[in-house]
């Protein structure tokens, strides 16, 4: 086995920012990439001020602090794309290209180069130059709207929908598309990851059910939407909630003989006239129990039930225990780097910097830069200190 990840090898400049960009990057470190953060002089912040070491999307890679306005630090930056294999930068369009650092120069010095845009709205269109958050990119796409209960306001469902799964990932999907293809043909090119397009893709199911006219009652009257009695969370006996999902007919058979119920009198829930009554007779019975009374009843049965764990119970969960999907790094219990893999495991991700920008000198070094060009750097101030975190 090849210890350190399957990109173990591949080396990503990443321009710091906030948002899902960094996190995008922090999976590139975790599947092995030499990720290495172009930082500036002072702290950029990180959307919400916390000490650098709880800023886990920061873990896995080092930081250099550069003064981008002045141009012999915009040359270092150069020199530093010159010998990566892909870039990320999440800035609003134009930002780049400002400070000299946008797709044509990088890709003058480096034509194999995989240059990696997360934007909410994308690098064009009516609104790319507007500020937005993951709940407007969520809002546009239509998904927003299906998420909640019935006769209530849209719920937002963390951030974790449009910044990370419709931004940060579809950006990774991009750039290892773009980074086989380069390696394959020599050419490197432009992904232009947005928001609004990954969440709209990751709708495509939804939609097919939308137009079929199998999911397309109001918000929280549908099948995977809280609607159906099969379908949802509910509250037990001591306050907990129990998470119901059997689906199937087969499944929901199991459930329903698990709690007591014969499921050939109970009420049809193929029928949706069946729903409310059915949605009664389950909450009444599950609330008579307490939530670890009813995961113990249902072990090993395929009744589709799983406790709603909080953070903090999370990863001493059995099952998440046995499979480390949780890990301990720096005294912080955090996810572990996934998916897995046979020949190529990935390995323990270091912790973020306390200092950002502290290795800098030596992050020079190792990728190359002449010793007289990062005197000069230090002499003119474009090589910053190391960035001091809060806290």
Known sequence: ?????????????????????????????????????????????????????????????????????????????????????????????????????????????????????????GQDGPLALRAGHDLNYLALTGVLDMIGRAGEPPVPPLNLVADYAGGSLMLVAGLLAALVRAQRTGEGQVV?????????????????????????????????????????????????????APIEVKFRAIFLKGLGFDPASFPDMNDQASWPQARHLIGARLAERPRDEWCALFDGQDACVAPVLSPREAPDHPHNAARRTHVLIDGIVQPAPAPRFAMTPTQLPLPPENDPGADGVEILEDWGIATAQIKKLIDTGALGPAVKGEG
């Not at 999911?215 to 939407?225: K, S």
């Open 192 to 244: 232009d990851a947005a928001m609004v397009d990954g969440v709209a893709l990751l709708a495509t199911a939804m939609t097919g059910l939308h137009a079929s006219g199998l999911h397309n009652g109001p918000r929280g009257t549908n099948l995977l939407d809280g609607g159906a009695p099969f379908y949802d969370v509910y509250r037990c006996a001591d306050g907990e909630y129990l998470s119901v």
């Open 1 to 121: 086995m090849a210890e350190g990840g399957p990109l173990r090898g591949i080396r990503i400049v990443e321009m710091v920012g906030i948002g899902p960009a960094p996190f995008a990057a922090m999976i590139l470190a975790d599947l092995g990439a030499e990720v290495i953060r172009i930082d500036r002089p002072t702290p950029s912040g990180n959307g919400i001020p916390r000490p650098p070491r709880f800023d886990l999307v920061a873990r896995g890679r080092r930081a250099v602090t550069l003064d981008l306005k002045r141009p012999e630090a915009v040359a270092c930056a150069l020199d530093l794309v010159a010998a990566a294999d892909g870039l990320i930068e999440g800035f609003r369009p134009g930002v780049m290209e400002r400070l000299g650092l946008g797709p044509e120069p990088c890709r003058v010095r480096n034509p194999r180069l995989v240059y990696g845009r997360l934007t909410g709205w």
